[in-house]
């Protein structure tokens, strides 16, 4: 995950969004639950990497596929805290 999604995932986990990073292992289940709390009322937003559709051709901007959510952009970070926790292990990330 890149970009400004992964920034606004790990701003709703309760983390400042810094690039090197990480959450210790005992604070995960609260990260995991400000995630998902933060969900319930983002999740359906267009997740901010997204691009916009053309706005000077309306077939191309009709036949453009749906956005990504948040939610969506979600889903592999939700696993990846989840085994984190199963684990007992810190999750760290970098620039990449």
Known sequence: MHGEAAVALLRAMGHSGTVPGAI???QLPEALA????ALE???????PAQTEAPEDDDAQRDNAPPP????MRAVPLID????A???GSDLM????
Do not use: C, F, H, Y
């Open 85 to 87: 926790i199963a684990r």
């Open 34 to 37: 400000n995630l998902r709390k």
């Open 41 to 47: 009322t983002q999740a359906d937003l267009p997740s």
């Open 80 to 83: 990846m805290v989840e085994s």
């Open 93 to 96: 990330w970098e620039r990449g």
């Open 24 to 26: 210790l292992a005992p």
């Open 68 to 71: 990504v959510t948040l939610r």
